[in-house]
């Protein structure tokens, strides 16, 4: 196992404020449309400037830590996902990072896009960094140190004896599957949305209970929010009940997956 610490756990939550403070240079400009050059990927996703500003920012913060605070490994960005799978398949220990989450909602200018840093050690999330500059909040834990909202303790609570269930959903990807799911609840529920991986941290900190997500996703969108919910005491599950893992395969979609 990684040694992991509370120093290492702050240096990386310091790197993604420093992502975050470069991206709201951009999304505070007043000439946002200009500044943000939003252009459509391959997939038909959005990418803007500050992804790639924050991309750069992240890859080199990362590969410049202290070699006594942790080893060099490598780094799987979603603006550099062209890695082979012959070569992804090799690692054991690497950075797994998404520079700006909830890129739709930066163009909206909601607020409710995050910075993400997950280091992935045998397909597990070990530790998990998650940054929503627009909020100024951060959500961070390392696998036996805690999980912790701006530098407070956290805990996921259980759903099973709350009447009303608060379920969160995407507010950006609403996905045909959510209401055969919700349908077939036998609890009152309410609806929460929520753009970003800052769903899954509403579970880590208590505010929904179940998070069901039943549309597509990648690795990079959840692997740091996913160290925080089980570092918080949650979990995070396919459908099938089977823990959720990451770089198993050549596709770095998820399956459909159930947080709470």
């Not at 140190?145 to 009447?163: D, M, T």
């Amino acid at each position: 196992m990684i040694k992991l610490s509370d120093e290492l756990l702050a240096d990386i939550n310091a790197l993604a404020e420093q992502a975050g403070q470069a991206i709201m240079e951009i999304y505070n400009a007043p000439d946002f449309a200009e500044k943000a050059q939003v252009k459509h990927k391959s997939d038909d996703s959005p990418l803007t400037s500050a992804d790639i500003k924050s991309h750069k920012i992240l890859s080199n913060g990362i590969t410049s830590l202290p070699c006594d605070t942790i080893p060099a490994f490598s780094v799987l960005s979603e603006e550099s996902a062209h890695i082979p799978w012959h070569e992804r398949q090799t690692w054991q220990t690497y950075w797994l990072i998404d520079p700006l989450d909830g890129t739709k909602e930066f163009i909206k200018q909601n607020g409710e896009f995050t910075v993400n840093i997950a280091l992935i050690h045998n397909g597990e999330p070990i530790l998990g960094s998650v940054y929503a500059p627009a909020l100024k909040t951060s959500y961070s834990a390392a696998k036996n140190l805690g999980a912790f909202k701006n530098g407070k303790p956290i805990q996921a609570r259980q759903n099973a004896h709350h009447e009303t269930l608060k379920i969160v959903g995407s507010r950006s990807h609403p996905s045909p599957d959510m209401q055969a799911y919700l349908d077939q609840l036998n609890k009152p529920y309410e609806m929460v949305p929520m753009g970003s991986s800052l769903k899954l941290c509403l579970i880590a900190e208590s505010e929904a209970h179940i998070y069901p997500r039943l549309g597509p996703t990648s690795e990079w969108d959840t692997a740091a929010a996913h160290a925080v919910v089980e570092a918080a005491g949650g979990s995070v599950t396919q459908v099938n009940g089977a823990p959720l893992r990451y770089n198993q395969k050549e596709s770095l979609l998820n399956p459909h997956f159930i947080a709470r």
